[in-house]
């Protein structure tokens, strides 16, 4: 069954490779993210991964995307990755006012936090904020 679930999201994702984002009929945020999550479902990351990579192009901010980034990667042990986008999501949470935090991005947060105390007791968030501050002096 798992089979014949990636094989349909795998059309799903050549076809909306090939539109362009513009185009009439490209899929929406929701739709996309459904995709991922189905992706994650099976198990396959890196597939949920390219999907949201589209999702993030959209809208950068999107805290809901960026904890479902750092979470897949974290799934499949890239735990570098996994802390930049948890990084993120904490200078992002700093930022929020509190009339902007709707019952989902507080979910969001909440598991995002357990994230990135994980990453940061494996030390990956030290790493992923140096990485950070070698590309801001760059």
């Known amino acids: 069954r798992d ?5 349909a999201l795998n059309k799903i994702q ?3 490779k090939k539109m362009d984002d513009n185009e009439e009929g490209y899929p929406d945020r929701d739709m ?3 995709i991922s999550k189905n992706f994650a479902e099976i198990e396959r990351y890196e597939k949920a ?3 949201l990579d589209i999702v993030k192009q ?4 999107d805290i809901e995307v960026t904890y479902y980034l750092a979470l897949y990667h974290y799934n499949i042990k890239e735990y570098e990755d996994s802390a930049v986008y948890s990084s993120e999501i904490n200078e992002a949470h700093k930022k929020l006012q509190k009339e902007d935090i ?3 991005i507080q979910d969001c947060l909440e598991a995002a936090n357990e994230l990135y105390k994980k990453l940061d ?3 990956f968030i030290d790493k992923a904020q140096q990485n950070e501050e070698d590309v801001e002096m760059k």
């Open 49 to 51: 991964i390219e999907v």
């Open 14 to 16: 050549d076809i909306v």
């Open 121 to 123: 007791e494996m030390g």
């Open 58 to 61: 959209m809208n950068d901010q």
């Open 102 to 104: 709707t019952p989902l």
């Open 32 to 34: 996309l993210m459904n």
């Open 3 to 7: 089979a014949e679930a990636e094989e």
